[in-house]
């Protein structure tokens, strides 16, 4: 007995020297990101299955109110939610039908044709939209029109062409997670964000979580989030923010450090309570923590593989919105990215608000507290976790604002360019006079531009205002006339797509969704880790 206690007593004190030593480097990284404009406020968590090891906040809830982060401060958690998603999905399954994460789609939502073609109408399961097996890409920009909802988002998916193979291949796509949380909805007859609140935050006793959807943002506990606009930070609006997390399991879900501790321990713990009992079954745990699809080699992979960094982190498989179980979330303002290790029996959450290029930031911090709660000598320091990827690559140089001439007239009267356009998945973009200084004024959504004329003919640069503002890099439209029909196309979103004005002659139908199938596939949000 005696013994016991003095064990326990020697592991307290080292935890006690431990958390000394994380809040040291933390304090001093911190500062290094805040003073180059990276971030302006940071929270985390630390967590063994049996207890929280360390809770920290650094920084500011807001650069102007200077209000400092603690650990119960809200931080939108972004693609973090997908795992709540999942969780959900499995647990009201289980519960309330006899479908299972193979049931077919089309049981769920009758219809003829929910995608493009009739393999995935006829075969998509709960399993492969939870686990981005479609192999249609992104869409992400769909997202910026203020009347997608979780709902009628199901009805545009058959005007999206797959660009990959179904079940062979890795595309994120997080529109699939608006139909996950559209279906949890069907099936457990209330919103996602009530359904989340009853089956996950109060059985867990998360008491301060909640959803960028609905919350009264203003008045709530929240990090102001912050995007970096060419080396300035800049704050991101709170309609934006509410408006983007209308897919809600995709991405909506607000929690605090505390929170997120006791979400890492029912993962390290199996899917139990503190208690004991279970939120979700065994089997359910199990299916959604194993990997059903594998990672490709990405281009982050460059930046922590040997022989240039000392140490290899190798992502290589996506399981149900999780499993070991790294995920990463990144969103307008904010970056999270949790991670836990079985065998370790350790897990870790990390939120800021700002910006993280190639998950540098993130990764290095779990790196670094993973190393040193497991007794590994670090490969990380206080200079290094700052300056990663160096001193062993290159950082990137960053960009120069570009200085696009604001002067040029368009080629045509600008009636010719002013209407309203459409396309099948997206909806519309209207363009318009803006009145104050005699240019063009484009809207999707709440993606609002003035439009500058570029050097190409009827090619324009839109330079963001309204509640977008500094959110984008002056976004490339382009129109093309055709005698009675005129084709915008949204050159910078990532699939092109284009949208059709109709004139009194031309009385076809509008195309469906057109793309470039030679657009590189770009994966911005994994992801997974095994180490
Ligand atoms: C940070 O942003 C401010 C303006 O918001 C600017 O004055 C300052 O130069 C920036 N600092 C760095 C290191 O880029
Ligand atoms: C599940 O299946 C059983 C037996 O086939 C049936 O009696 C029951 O009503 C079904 N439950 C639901 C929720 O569909
Ligand atoms: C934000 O949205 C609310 C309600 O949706 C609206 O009343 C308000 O004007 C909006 N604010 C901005 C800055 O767009
Ligand atoms: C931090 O790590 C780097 C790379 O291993 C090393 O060169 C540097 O001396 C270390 N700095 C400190 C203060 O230990
Ligand atoms: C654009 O048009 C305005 C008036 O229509 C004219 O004053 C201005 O010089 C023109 N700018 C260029 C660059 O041609």
Redesign the pocket.
């Given at each position: 007995m005696f013994r016991f206690f003095l064990l326990y007593s020697v592991v307290a004190c080292l935890n006690g020297q431990l958390n000394v030593q994380i809040d040291k480097v933390l304090k001093e990284t911190f500062d290094c990101k805040f003073k180059s404009n990276k971030t302006v406020g940071l929270t985390l968590s630390v967590v063994r299955s049996d207890k929280v090891l360390f809770v920290g906040g650094y920084g500011f809830v807001n650069i102007k109110k200077k209000t400092p982060v603690t650990g119960d401060t809200l931080f939108q958690v972004a693609s973090l939610s997908k795992a709540f998603a999942s969780v959900l999905l499995t647990k009201l399954i289980e519960e309330k039908t006899n479908y299972t994460l193979d049931t077919k789609l089309k049981k769920i939502i009758p219809g003829k044709k929910i995608f493009y073609d009739s393999l995935r109408s006829d075969y998509v399961t709960l399993r492969d939209l939870l686990s981005h097996k479609l192999g249609i890409p992104k869409h992400n920009e769909m997202r910026f029109d203020t009347e997608l909802t979780r709902k009628n988002l199901v009805a545009r998916l058959k005007y999206l062409k797959p660009e990959g193979v179904f079940r062979s291949s890795y595309m994120y796509n997080s529109l699939m997670y608006g139909v996950v949380t559209h279906l949890a909805e069907i099936i457990g007859e209330d919103t996602w964000e009530n359904l989340v609140t009853m089956h996950i935050f109060e059985p867990l006793e998360m008491k301060t979580s909640t959803f960028a959807s609905t919350a009264d943002l203003e008045n709530i506990l929240l990090a102001k989030g912050y995007v970096e606009y060419y080396g300035e930070l800049h704050p991101v609006?709170y309609?934006f923010t509410r408006q983007y997390a209308e897919i809600c399991g995709s991405g909506c879900v607000l929690s605090t450090a505390n929170d997120m501790s006791k979400w890492t321990r029912f993962f390290l713990n199996g899917g139990r309570l503190q208690d004991g009992t279970r939120l979700i079954s065994e089997q359910a745990f199990i299916d959604i923590t194993t990997p059903v699809n594998t990672i490709p080699y990405t281009y982050t992979h460059k930046y922590f593989s040997k022989p240039d960094i000392p140490v290899t982190n190798i992502q290589s498989n996506y399981a149900l919105g999780y499993r070991m179980v790294v995920h990463t979330g990144s969103t307008w303002g904010y970056r999270a990215m949790i991670s836990w290790y079985p065998e370790a029996d350790i897990g870790i959450f990390v939120a800021f608000t700002g910006n993280d290029p190639n998950y540098l930031y993130r990764l290095s911090l779990h790196n670094y507290i993973f190393d040193v709660y497991t007794g590994h000598i670090p490969y990380l320091n206080t200079s290094t976790i700052c300056t990663y990827p160096e001193p062993w690559l290159k950082s990137e140089i960053p960009q120069v604002k570009p200085n696009y001439p604001k002067d040029k007239n368009t080629t045509r009267g600008q009636k010719e360019y002013i209407g309203t356009y459409k396309n099948k998945a997206y909806g519309k973009i209207k363009i318009d006079k803006h009145k104050e200084n005699n240019k063009l004024k484009l809207k999707y959504g709440y993606l609002t531009c003035v439009l500058y004329p570029s050097e190409t003919k009827d090619e324009f640069y839109g330079d963001t205002t309204?509640?977008s503002l500094k959110s984008f890099d002056f976004y490339k439209f382009k129109f093309k006339f055709n005698n009675d029909k005129v084709t915008l196309k949204a050159s910078s979103f990532q699939e092109q797509p284009s949208f059709i004005k109709k004139g009194k002659l031309y009385n076809d139908a509008y195309p469906l969704y057109t793309t470039s199938m030679s657009l590189p596939v770009v994966i911005l949000c994994v992801c997974l880790t095994l180490f």
């Open positions: 609006e309609n309204g509640i």
